[in-house]
């Protein structure tokens, strides 16, 4: 047999190492203090900051008196719970509700406070005055340690002496024969320490060397590097000798301390500049100059494993255990090892058994029965013998010895071992992996219990029947325990059950869902019950499970133990019978991957969450909402969100709590603590109030108060006073609205007889219009009568002429009368044509379309058609416009004007000419026709020019030769829709020009 050192350093401590990447502003600690509520504060390089266990903070500090800085130096602590903290520039702050830090205006600090103070009052006292230390010594770097012996009494040491004060006022002087570099008091009693040794001092001021409990003194060290860490109120002290940390405690014996060392930690390259050390939150933590924040826990949990399978050597799985001995354990490894463990190491037993065996028992002390394969054997220590009890038709899974029956599970089915004889008595109906039987147990009625990965099924012996569980029909039955009249059944996958006379139900599934795979269970002598789980131990109280049985509605608690316990490895092992043993010392051992982990539940910390919750920002739709207000919000508030901080040094897993909104909520919600805000929308008008409890019903204050109250104010209008205004704003409204109908119907009715007038009104200009209509109607047939009647009474003339040229054979008077004839149709075309355009605009049928029209085309075009005409009155006809020049127009419109224009110049010209020019300006244009032809008087123009200016009327027919009423009334009316005009300059037997003007310039190529 082989003995084996355990690989687990005996240190009995966790650590985690934070620096500037962990969240820290710069990674110089200086000094630290815990508050009252739990708070670790440090100061820095880089600012204040406060840690909660979590998370740091760092604060940005208001403007002082003196330009503050961020480099923090000093936390002072008084009897009374208050903390103050000084900058590099030696202004003075107060840590006010643990969160706010308020500047004290008026006062420097200048001194170096060690150990604590009576209260901040009489420090800010002391130094207001200017000769509190009666002018000895200045304030400036002097170092002072303090140690309060009540409200009003304290000592301080003070290079080599001891002064003794009542408020600020020194009332002794004690020298001393050496200088100290520590003082620190316990139950009012005063210590000192230097090179020389320690000492306690009487009331009188006399020195004593300190006596040692068990004369365990603690280890010197370098003079410049050893540190005395106390502060005010604190139990214990700690002493650094730049190894070692030692904490120092109080005994019975004033004269007597006790010393124990309590831990060596690594820090390699730095010095400690401060230490906090809190039993009651199992915690640690040392500040080092360069290498920020370390953070020790106290392993409350050891896992026993062997050196035997360091590097990868073998399997340390560990299944199936039993008690071996009163403080050890016989542990089945994963490669079918068997170890006997302890906290003096481990052992190899003379025992093999096949990979990873999960079930064993024990008939008597220092015997195991167990199975390798399918080998039933018996192991005994007493000789060191391994007897063969029997085989098996398949590998054994599951064991259960009742008295002298031993009941065995295989891969196909079940067997009995009964006074040496094994039979077999069922086999499985599918043999497979899924029908492989993890343990054989007992149930309430003393049934049979055969779990697989198939269910729970219950084994009837009499019919030889597997019958699935009612309600555990399909899980993966892993572990069973019997406690009392209730079950516990655990699976993989499946989660927790709890079995209750004839109710199955699942226990509650945890925050981080670990109970999905639960692989053993134990009930320990203060009412826990435990589960091993894939990702650490997890604890819930059986009375919390009373009432969440009782009462759904509620959550339950549960405590999670992990790497901040101790756990090197948190992944346990299951499926194996017996998995957790208890030990005669009250030990428990839990299988896991590396080991068998062991504890004592009794000495097990509460991890529950007693505290108070710090409510410390709240911000309104955006806006942070002041501390001094009461929070009565406006109706329209959208949104709120309250901030809040929890110091907590355990598994932060273990913050189970949920809030509840008074008129707002309808059930408990969950809080997300590490988000550490809660954030209220569209609250409903009304009062309300946010309660916190932990998830088992548990009341939690909110920053000392059992309750958190805000208001979202009602509007006015839902108001009962404001209802009231607006029903008899309705009723006025009604009435308002009465008169102001009577008043419109009134209005209306003026409104309609004036109406009717204007519409007779209407009716009697339309009626002129319409006589006026008819009467330029039947001016306009006199006038087509005398232009198509004349043409062709001449056509019919000159028809009979030419008959009788014929007859005489006439030639030339033949040719002459066709060519009168020709003349007379091209002139009743154009009249008839000019008549056509003039009723479609008439008729509002024209609209004109306005583009660019080029004008040298556009008159070069109508001249075309005239050519042939000019050339038998011998008349030149001439296109003076450039032909770039363009006018944005009507061009079809414009083509109708020169077309009129240009067949009236042609028809009143003979043997001379007629051209057409441009002209223009920047805002506006103009074109020329000019004639050679007979000219017109004065009169003629004077009447073209009326019919030009008198819009939608009809003038006589002037009845001389040179009449040409029709066609300028057209163009005039043509003219006027393309905002244009004409004007005539003429004179008898001179020739005519006519200008065409219009409101553009033309544009040129």
Known sequence: ?????????????????????????????????????????????????????????????????????????????????ELLVDDANRNLYMIHGHFAVIPLSGLRSGLTLRGGFPSAELLMELLE??????????????????????????????????????????????????????????????????????????????????????????????????????????????????????????????DMLSARSLLRPELENCALNAAVWSPSENVLLLGTDVR??????????????????????????????????????????????VLYLSDEGSEVLPIKANRGYRSVVQPESGSVIYGSWDSLLLYSSRDERTTLLGRMDA??????????????????????????????????????????????????????LIGTCSGLLRYCVDGDTLIPHPGLETVCARVLLKHGDRLFIGTYSDGAYVVDGDSVRALPMDGLELLKHVHAFHVDKKGFLWMSTNQGLVRTSLSDLDTQLANPSLGLMYAYFRERAGLDNSEFNGGCTPAVVELADGRVAFPSLEGS??????????????????????????????????????????????????????????????YYVDGATEKWVPMDVSNGRIVLSKMP????????????????????????????????????????????????SVLLTIWVFSRRAAQ????????????????????????????????????????????????????????????????????RALKDMSGTA?????????????MKHQEGIINPQLGPANLHHSAGDVLDLMREQALNKSVVLKNLIPTGDELITDRNILTIVLRNLLTNALNHTENGSISVTSASWPDRCQLMITDTGIGMSAEDIALLHAIRDAHGTTHERHNSETDQGLGYYIVSELLRAINGTFEIESEPGKGTCVIVRFAHSIHGA
């Not at 410390?616 to 969100?641: C, F, H, Q």
Request: aromatic share 10%; proline share 5%.
């Open 1 to 81: 047999m082989a003995l084996h050192a355990q690989d687990r350093r005996d240190d009995h401590w966790t650590m985690e190492h934070f620096m500037v990447n962990d969240g820290l502003p710069q990674n110089s600690v200086i000094d630290m203090a815990m508050d009252s509520m739990g708070y670790l504060w440090l100061t820095t390089e880089g600012g204040l900051v406060r840690y909660d266990g979590h998370a740091f903070r760092t604060f940005h500090l208001p403007a002082a008196d003196v330009p503050s800085t961020e480099r923090m130096r000093h936390l002072i602590t008084t009897a009374q719970g």
């Open 129 to 254: 005055q200017s000769d509190a230390r009666n002018g000895n010594t200045p304030y400036d770097n002097l170092l002072m340690r303090v140690a309060p012996i009540d409200d009003h009494r304290w000592v301080a040491a003070i290079r080599s002496e001891v002064r003794s004060y009542v408020d600020t006022a020194m009332v002794k002087r004690t020298p001393l024969p050496f200088e100290p570099n520590a003082l620190f008091s316990f139950n009012g009693c005063t210590y000192l320490n230097s090179r020389d040794g320690w000492w306690t001092m009487g009331e009188v001021g006399s020195l004593k060397p300190v006596k040692w409990k068990d004369g365990r003194e603690p280890v010197r060290g370098p003079d410049a590097k050893e540190r005395t860490f106390w502060r005010n109120g604190e139990q214990h002290a700690l002493f650094w000798n730049d190894e070692d940390l030692w904490v120092i405690e109080p005994t019975n014996d004033p």
């Open 292 to 337: 920020g924040l370390f953070v020790f826990r106290e392993r409350i949990m050891r896992t026993w494993s062997s050196s035997l399978f360091e590097g990868g050597k073998g399997n340390m799985n560990i299944y199936a255990q039993l008690p071996w001995g009163a403080h050890s354990v016989l542990s089945f490894a994963g490669d079918g090892t």
């Open 395 to 448: 590998a054994v899974r599951a064991l259960l010895l009742e008295q002298d029956t031993l009941w065995v599970g295989t891969d196909v089915g079940i067997s009995v071992l009964t006074k040496g004889q094994l039979s077999t008595l069922h086999l499985m109906d599918v043999p497979s992996p899924q029908a492989n039987i993890h343990f054989i147990a007992r149930g309430l009625s003393n049934e049979l």
């Open 597 to 658: 982990v062991v504890f004592s539940p009794s000495d097990m910390p509460d991890q529950s969450f007693n505290n108070l919750i710090l409510f410390e920002n709240t911000y309104v739709d955006g806006s942070k909402w002041s501390v001094n207000d009461a929070m009565s919000l406006g109706p329209r508030t959208r949104e709120i969100i309250f901030e809040y901080s929890i110091p907590y040094w355990g598994d932060q897993a273990d913050l189970q709590l949920e």
């Open 685 to 732: 008008y009304g009062e309300h109030l946010i309660r916190v409890r932990r998830t088992n019903g548990v009341p939690v204050l909110i920053s000392g108060q059992e309750s958190l109250w805000f208001e979202i104010r009602t509007p006015f209008f839902r108001s009962l006073p404001g209802m009231a205004v607006l029903a008899l704003l309705a009723l006025i």
């Open 748 to 815: 209306r009715n003026k409104e309609l007889e004036a109406a009717i007038q204007a519409r007779t009104l209407e009716l009697s200009q339309t009626n002129e219009e319409l006589h006026a209509a008819v009467k330029l109607k039947a001016r306009m047939m006199s006038i087509i009568t005398h232009d198509i009647v004349s043409p062709l009474r001449f056509m019919s003339r000159v028809a009979r002429s030419s008959e009788r040229a014929l007859d005489a054979q006439d030639v030339v008077s033949v040719r």
């Open 826 to 838: 091209d002139k009743l075309y154009s009249t008839t044509d000019d008549m056509l355009q003039w």
